[in-house]
């Protein structure tokens, strides 16, 4: 049987004719819809909402009907759609997973669909957004009356060029191929999705969604949605452009023939819009839940961001899944060469998206002196300056470099030399215990002796040692440390760990301790730290 699970809110009930008619025509035999309501609302309203719901669905011969009363997020969403699919659906059956603007287009019938996909082993079928807009980039108002296909007729491209979100999907799987909220991807990397992607047309463009966007902004809804960026972006890009899309910022996407995208067309696709940022900050992190202190160190990385006109991306999990498996497979347990290669991958990802410059940010690296951090890749690449921990037993240490902050311009010659290198030096290694640092701050000094780096002293690498000594108010390692560093910092990375120089361990008993000193740098913009430094060496930070 091939389901449809979709959850709408009530501004979308007057789409549901035309939503229900498309994907009837597709050969769609059982809608499992939800209607979501914020439990604020007050409680008639939502009688009267929900009434209005299985009314609409009854007349278009739809006899199931679900709610979801909880203020909407994509965790939330995912969690309820898997109960209706535990309930109702079986691991033989398909799904089609799609939001209520979202339309689909599949070159045959999914029943056909289906018969192919068993016969090659697919499990699963991505799909590309292509976003709809008026064919004079307005913002107009839904008219029931009117196909959505003559009132939004543009085909282009928002969400990649002017959101900067993921235009790629999962459209349609096997009942029991579970996936990661949003539906941009299957939680099992081994599941096998098609080749090729289908069209996702993307009729999200009309004059509701201005209010969709401040609701986004909402600072309770902000703390549970990383992705609120996106919205930053397409509000202040509207705002900029008097509530409409200019039509040279969203060219027109030509459709293939075929009916269905090759493999990397959403790279393809996705070209900044004119005026908008050239660079791009990324962070990312492994599997939730995302501790406190992480929250904090993200939250003032995305301030940073903004008094900087960056654009800004964050992956909320499977940053070491991003490495294939033979790289993993080879460094066996150490994760810390796998993130360092991973992250690589990803900022090559935004450079074939059409960004001219990439910054890679850890999520433990925390902002305290917005005004005082800069990120210039005057020289094309840039990475981070790291002194020794106090106390280290290394005879002879001193500075390196280090990959926490790396920075670079499309094409680099170092930077794609640098990947090459970390690739190289994890496929040739033989025997004995694997450095974790083989592929971060020990293969970028070694490069730096070669070619020279362009090193930032702004922010920090402060041991557990020292962020103890910072949270109980006691500095006198955090006077030594400075001290040793030379500069003053801005920002400082708070993850590191005496098991590998990275911390991939999630909540932890040391978390609290991370998370006070946070707070006490935050206090004191850096403060607690700098002050040991020289008067005439506090303001020389480059």
Known sequence: MINLICT????????????????????????????????????????????????????????????????????????????????????????????????????LPLSQVVDSCLAQGIEAITGILVDRIAADGSLPEFDPSRPVWEVFSRPCNVTGSIARGTMEKVAFARGGIRLRPGNHAPEDPKTKCAAQAIPIHHFKWHAGVIAQLRFRLDPAWKRKCFWWIEAQYLLDYLERNDMRFKLDDVPVIALPASGVFDAGAAKSLTKPAAGMADTIVLQAWHEPPIPEWIERCLASVRHWCSTQQFAYKFVPRGLLARSPEWFRHRCGSRQAPVADHARLLLMQDLFDQGYGKVIWIDSAVLVFDAPRLRIDIAHGMLA??????????????????????????????????YRHAAEESVRNFRGGEMAPDITGSALLTQIAGIVPIECMTTVGQLAPAILADIARGEDRLAHEYILRHGFPIAAAHLGLSSREGIDLSGEDEFDPIRLAAAERLLATHGDCINRWLPRQDRSGAS
């Open 8 to 107: 709408l809110e009530p501004t979308k009930i007057d789409w549901l004719p035309q939503f229900v008619a498309h994907y009837r025509s597709l050969g769609v035999d059982r809608f499992l819809l939800s209607l979501q309501q914020e439990p604020a609302v007050a409680a008639e309203t939502r009688s009267a909402q929900r009434t209005r719901f299985e009314n609409t669905l009854r007349g278009l011969g739809v006899t199931q009907a679900f709610e979801l009363l909880e203020s909407y997020d994509s965790a939330s969403v995912s969690r309820h759609h898997q109960r209706i699919a535990n309930q109702f659906v079986t691991k033989d059956d398909w799904i089609v997973w799609c939001d209520s603007d979202e339309f689909q287009v599949y070159p």
């Open 384 to 417: 981070l300056y790291q002194v020794t921990p106090i106390r280290s037993h290394v005879d002879g240490a001193g500075a390196a470099v280090c990959g926490s902050i790396l920075a670079a311009e499309k094409n680099h010659p170092v930077f794609n030399f």
